[in-house]
């Protein structure tokens, strides 16, 4: 071997040597000091991620931890929003005079019942007892009751998990000479995978005959329907 290629390799060893331990001394960086890797991180597997909407909390929603929960903002509500139309539906809140509020995603048969406008947006009463008449009405479409539009908004974005009662949902149909036709379901993972063609009944009638063949009970008296006796 020359002097000049011993050289070279003991260079090159010493390089290697070098590099080794400046890498070593570096100091690592804890992802976990920001906030913002703490919802999702870069390494995991999109596989391995729950739906946030199959979250259920067994806790009610006095005993949630909210401090480490971001607040969520949509400028498309208000305090007073009756209903909120978005790109594929619309929304509807209703505010009982109890606490809380009553959230729908309504389809058509809803709207009809509830007596909504179907063109345009509205308004809630700023009457207490209209407003609770209408809530009233709100239940018997299945609307959900929530502690505070901002809880259902964290919901919504996935950083809060659904309690048993938010996950759970009701189906209501009227029938005109009395009673009501029943759908429950404990999450909206239960239901079927053409549920959605509940949407396109016209009316209530074609409601209850898509409900009966998704296996409805029918209840002659309504106060036996737990979810609707609230007093």
Same mark, same amino acid.
């Given at each position: 071997?020359?002097?000049?290629?011993?050289? *070279?390799?003991? &260079? @090159?060893?010493?390089?290697?040597?070098?590099?080794?331990? #400046?890498? !070593?001394? +570096? %100091?690592?960086?804890?992802?976990?000091?920001?906030?913002?890797?703490?919802?999702?991180?870069?390494?995991?597997?999109?596989?391995d991620?729950?739906?946030?909407?199959?979250?259920?909390?067994?806790?009610?929603?006095?005993?949630?931890?909210?401090w480490?929960?971001?607040?969520?903002?949509?400028?498309?509500?208000?305090?007073?929003?009756?209903? *909120?139309?978005? &790109? @594929?539906?619309?929304?509807?809140?209703?505010?009982?005079? #109890?606490? !809380?509020? +009553? %959230?729908?995603?309504?389809?058509?048969?809803?709207?009809?019942?509830?007596?909504?406008?179907?063109?345009?947006?509205?308004?809630?009463?700023?009457?207490?007892?209209?407003?609770?008449?209408?809530?009233?009405?709100?239940?018997?479409?299945?609307?959900?009751?929530?502690?505070?539009?901002?809880?259902?908004?964290?919901?919504?974005?996935?950083?809060?998990?659904? &309690?048993?009662?938010?996950?759970?949902?009701m189906?209501y149909?009227?029938?005109?000479?009395?009673?009501?036709?029943?759908?429950?379901?404990e999450?909206?993972?239960?239901?079927?995978?053409?549920?959605?063609?509940?949407?396109?009944?016209?009316?209530?009638?074609e409601?209850?005959?898509?409900?009966?063949?998704?296996?409805?009970?029918?209840?002659?008296?309504?106060?036996?329907?737990?979810?609707?006796?609230?007093?």
């Amino acid at each position: 071997m020359t002097l000049s290629s011993m050289l *070279v390799a003991i &260079t @090159l060893n010493l390089l290697s040597t070098l590099c080794q331990k #400046t890498v !070593g001394r +570096l %100091i690592p960086i804890n992802i976990d000091r920001f906030p913002i890797f703490h919802q999702r991180r870069v390494m995991d597997d999109p596989q391995d991620r729950e739906d946030p909407q199959d979250w259920v909390d067994t806790l009610d929603w006095d005993d949630t931890l909210d401090w480490d929960i971001p607040y969520v903002t949509d400028p498309s509500l208000s305090a007073t929003d009756r209903t *909120v139309f978005h &790109t @594929l539906g619309c929304t509807v809140f209703g505010y009982p005079s #109890t606490g !809380g509020v +009553l %959230i729908k995603e309504a389809d058509l048969v809803d709207m009809l019942f509830l007596s909504l406008p179907r063109s345009h947006a509205s308004q809630c009463s700023p009457s207490a007892e209209e407003e609770d008449r209408f809530c009233n009405l709100m239940q018997q479409t299945g609307a959900t009751l929530w502690p505070n539009k901002q809880n259902w908004l964290q919901v919504e974005a996935g950083l809060r998990k659904r &309690t048993k009662e938010q996950a759970k949902v009701m189906v209501y149909g009227w029938p005109i000479d009395g009673g009501v036709w029943v759908l429950r379901f404990e999450s909206p993972k239960e239901l079927p995978h053409d549920f959605g063609r509940i949407g396109f009944a016209m009316n209530m009638g074609e409601k209850i005959q898509i409900m009966r063949e998704y296996g409805a009970t029918f209840v002659e008296d309504v106060t036996q329907v737990e979810e609707l006796n609230t007093n």
